[in-house]
């Protein structure tokens, strides 16, 4: 087998992994691999997942984040919501753009690390052409991170997001289920992305 043989047999691989929804579970899905995982967890996911769902979230796409796995799970499992697992963030933007046109309503579900990545889809796209979009991040490096990689990422998201203009809430599991379907009337009323930021202390 030559190098070219090699090099398409390797991308099949990969895009039968992403079509079968099962991208995430290889990159970070502590829910899905792992049942011990701590019921406050289990419990933030569905609260988010029901609050998705209450806000007619129909379409998804997403970059696998561990805190985020069971939500993933969840939605993934749902008939009613197209879940599109992507490599990158901005490939998200760009998906759920197209799906808006298309009579749906997008969320993108990734970590805030992704934020920098997708900076140029989102002005480009998304706020030059007044798309609403739905986002929503895991916020690492938030009260609580054991991990020093994150933290700087972290204490950079809610500026970054005023600096785009993109309005953001952090809400706590008592009041998500008000929170996301009201992010989600905003940013279709404004024609805006409107970013939901989940910290440590919404999984715990």
């Known amino acids: ?3 070219e043989d090699r090099f398409n047999n390797s991308v099949l691989s990969v895009l039968s992994v992403v079509k079968s929804g099962d991208f995430y579970r ?3 899905s502590d829910i899905a691999r792992n049942p011990t995982v701590n019921e406050e967890m289990k419990m933030g996911s569905m609260k988010a997942y029901r609050a998705l769902k209450k806000a007619g979230i129909d379409f998804v796409t997403s970059v696998p984040c561990v805190n985020l796995g069971g939500l993933l ?3 993934e499992s749902d008939p009613g919501i197209v879940h599109i697992p992507v490599t990158r963030e901005e490939e998200g933007v760009g998906i759920c753009a197209g799906a808006y046109l298309g009579g749906a309503n997008p969320a993108l579900v990734m970590q805030n690390s992704g934020l920098g990545n997708s900076i ?3 002005a480009s796209l998304s706020l030059l ?6 986002m929503v991040l895991s916020h690492r490096g938030d009260l609580g991170e054991q991990i020093s990689a994150q933290v700087p990422m972290g204490q950079l998201t809610p500026g970054l997001l005023d600096d785009l203009g993109i309005p953001w809430y952090s ?14 009337t905003l940013a279709k009323t404004s024609g805006l992305p409107v970013a939901i930021l989940l910290g440590e202390s919404f999984w715990v």
């Open 1 to 3: 087998m030559d190098t």
């Open 26 to 28: 290889l990159y970070g």
């Open 73 to 75: 799970d969840l939605l």
């Open 120 to 122: 140029n889809a989102l």
């Open 129 to 134: 052409y007044r798309m609403p979009l739905l």
């Open 171 to 184: 809400p706590t599991p008592s009041d998500v289920d008000r929170v996301i379907p009201g992010a989600w």
